[in-house]
T-cell receptor, first 112, second 115 residues
């Protein structure tokens, strides 16, 4: 089973609205990362949050991490049509060895 | 210049054939990976090499064989292709090992269709 699972699987919003997606994981982690994948392209790293951090910002992105609940959220504020993509969380965990494990992604559609 | 480039972008072939996908990174990274993305978009790691040494070898059929001639290249050879091998294969690289919180740089993917 996947270490990280995103929720919801799909999200449709209007341009200018905020988009929030969540990631839950099973075992203690070292770090959690968020990636974006545009249709037909490779994944692009967005932001990394370490296990001892609770919140990070990067431009219009805000990531939170709650290690007690084993969950993270990604908030995209003031969304744009160009934000239409799939968003994946990825964890590296002591129990998972030397690898980054991805969830199934949240597909976000931003309508103009 | 493309940081992580893989070829071909599309690969359509018959069952039973042997095919290779090539990957090169010009970032000077030490670690390279192959990931498989299925039709439901789940990404699963297949292999990882660090400085030409195999460090991750997930439960992948023996028909899949990675080869790293140098740390900038990681190729994937697949023998006796099966219908279930149809997927998008991504090459990626990182400066070090992901346990240190390294981010991955991905290629644009190779869409393999086995007919």
């Amino acid at each position: 089973s996947q270490q990280g699972e995103e929720d919801p699987q799909a999200l449709s919003i209007q341009e200018g609205e905020n988009a929030t997606m969540n990631c839950s994981y099973k075992t203690s982690i070292n770090n959690l990362q968020w990636y974006r994948q545009n249709s037909g392209r490779g994944l692009v790293h967005l932001i990394l949050i370490r296990s001892n951090e609770r919140e990070k910002h990067s431009g219009r992105l805000r990531v939170t991490l709650d290690t007690s609940k084993k969950s993270s959220s990604l908030l995209i504020t003031a969304s744009r049509a160009a934000d239409t993509a799939s968003y994946f969380c990825a964890t590296d965990a002591k129990a998972a060895g030397n690898k980054l494990t991805f969830g199934g992604g949240t597909r976000v559609l931003v309508k103009p | 210049d493309t940081a992580v480039s893989q070829t071909p972008k599309y690969l359509v072939t018959q069952m039973g054939n042997d095919k290779s996908i090539k990957c090169e990174q010009n970032l000077g990274h030490d670690t390279m990976y192959w990931y498989k993305q299925d039709s439901k978009k789940f990404l699963k790691i297949m292999f990882s090499y660090n400085n030409k040494e195999l460090i991750i070898n997930e439960t992948v059929p023996n028909r899949f064989s990675p080869k790293s001639p140098d740390k900038a290249h990681l190729n994937l050879h697949i023998n006796s292709l099966e219908l279930g091998d149809s997927a998008v294969y991504f090459c990626a690289s990182s400066e070090g090992l992901t346990l240190r919180g390294e981010k991955l740089f991905f290629g644009s993917g190779t869409q393999l269709s086995v007919l």
